[in-house]
């Protein structure tokens, strides 16, 4: 008999906090209902109080938080877009949750921002949110790189970065993955930094010496002209001395000094032959 009820008071120990959970969630679907039905009392009305309420029921229990929040801003249509977003739907549930009316419109309703959304994940979906179609072709061509690095800046550094991708005189500066790294670290200015001084760090030596160590740069305790200097006449130094072959250089003294012992020979010869000269 004490094992009997040393057992039950167990099992009751180990299932109170599941029943809890499921209290908490039950509470919060119902908490959840009332507020869509007076909010969004129309759409409501025209589907019916109880039949709302079961699909909202069922959208929590499969998206749990994150389906909650998203029916709350959004009402019936967060789940009709959910529906549509097929297998990319828990991305298009997280972005309503977190952006509401944007979450829907620039990623849930766009079939390739949502792609990239489940892709990227979160820094996808924030770059997106933000920088709206400026931010769709860099996400998709740069990837995760270019999500953070649009995440960190505001929309009009965001639209230098774009203009800098797009330009084919700093394109490939544009695409440089420790330059968007400078830009995912240091935000607004780092890309105001890039953007004033584009034409400089288009060239591969200065860019080279900015990306060693970018922050005196931005912070403007250092200046590209003279890095780009040091950088330039270092490598063309060490690169001259590297190109020579020393072993020419050696048969070349080696001749020289011979070709001297000859011509001192002839100079000799030629004196000699004008003492015996009548």
């Known amino acids: 008999m004490k094992r009997l009820m040393l057992a039950v008071c167990l099992l009751s120990a180990m299932l109170s906090p599941i029943v809890a959970d499921a209290a908490v969630t039950t509470a919060a679907i119902r908490e959840t209902v009332e507020f869509v039905t007076k909010k969004f009392s129309k759409e409501a009305a025209e589907e019916g109080t109880e039949l709302l309420a079961k ?28 529906g549509k977003a097929g297998a990319q739907a828990p991305a298009a549930v997280r ?31 924030e770059a997106i949110v933000k920088h709206k179609e400026v931010a769709e072709p860099l996400v998709k061509e740069l990837g995760e790189q270019g999500a953070k690095a649009l995440k960190a800046v505001s929309p009009q550094q965001g639209r ?32 105001n930094f890039i953007w ?3 034409g400089a760090l288009a060239v591969g030596t200065t860019l080279a010496a900015f990306l060693a160590n970018p922050q005196p740069f931005i912070d403007g305790t250092a200046q590209l002209a003279q890095a780009a200097g040091e950088n330039f006449v270092k490598p063309m130094t060490e690169g001259i001395v590297g190109a020579i072959d020393w072993t020419v250089i050696a048969i070349l ?14 100079l000799k010869h030629r004196a000699a032959l004008r003492k015996a000269a009548p």
């Open 55 to 82: 699909k909202i029921e069922v959208f929590a229990t499969k998206y749990g938080d994150d389906g909650l929040k998203a029916v709350r801003e959004l009402g019936p249509q967060a789940m009709t877009a959910a």
């Open 95 to 125: 972005a309503m949750a977190r952006y509401g009316d944007d979450g829907v419109e620039w990623i849930a309703k766009r079939p390739q921002n949502l792609e990239l959304a489940a892709k990227y994940g979160d820094d996808a979906v």
């Open 160 to 191: 230098q970065l774009a203009m800098l991708a797009a330009d084919q005189s700093t394109a490939a500066m544009a695409r440089n993955p420790q330059l968007l790294g400078v830009v995912s670290k240091y935000g607004d200015n780092g890309m």
């Open 196 to 198: 004033r001084n584009k």
């Open 253 to 266: 003294v080696v001749m020289m000094v011979g070709l001297g012992g000859v011509w001192r020979s002839y």
